[in-house]
């Protein structure tokens, strides 16, 4: 077990998942976006609209997500018009649904007007509102108390890294 890390030595900014998924989707504009797109907009100008951005903080964000894999463009063309591009999630956006869905309970339960919260998701297959939650592997429900974070494969040594 000596060639294990100990938790307290694997934890750096060179190798946090947390920090790395915040460079990608950490500008507010950037989780916006991609709300809007689980909300099935697809086009620049609803975007930036929908967001309140400016085109060119729209254009950027948009760049910044297809260059991640996040979203991908799709060529279209109305009649008449030049050809433009829609923005499409791609799996690994889609893998971000808990994520968003999880920051929008939360601000529900938290911020919303005392009315209630302005946007309700429900499933498509049976109407029940959607809700994410953290399971373990077997299922069970898990709170904040309840998760032990322990050294992942991924783990390596500060001390190791700093005598390098």
């Not at 060639?3 to 190798?15: A, C, F, K, Q, T």
Request: proline letters at 6%; aromatic letters at 4%.
């Amino acid at each position: 077990m000596d060639d294990i890390p100990e938790l307290g030595e694997v934890w750096s900014r060179d190798n946090c998942s947390v920090l790395r998924a915040l460079e990608v989707l950490g500008a507010r504009s950037t989780l916006l976006i991609l709300r809007e797109a689980f909300l099935g907009t697809r086009r620049f100008d609803d975007f930036a609209r929908r967001v309140g951005v400016t085109e060119s903080v729209a254009a950027a964000r948009l760049r910044e997500l297809v260059a991640n894999g996040l979203l991908e463009r799709h060529p279209y063309r109305e009649p008449g018009q030049r050809t433009r591009h829609e923005y499409r999630l791609t799996a690994r956006g889609r893998d971000l649904l808990p994520v968003v869905l999880s920051l929008m309970t939360w601000g529900d339960k938290y911020l919303a007007d005392p009315g209630g919260p302005p946007l309700v998701v429900t499933h498509a297959g049976c109407g029940a509102p959607v809700r994410a939650e953290a399971r373990c592997a077997e299922g069970h429900l898990v709170g904040a108390g309840d998760a032990q974070p322990h050294a992942g494969p991924g783990a390596h040594s500060t001390r190791a890294a700093t005598a390098r």
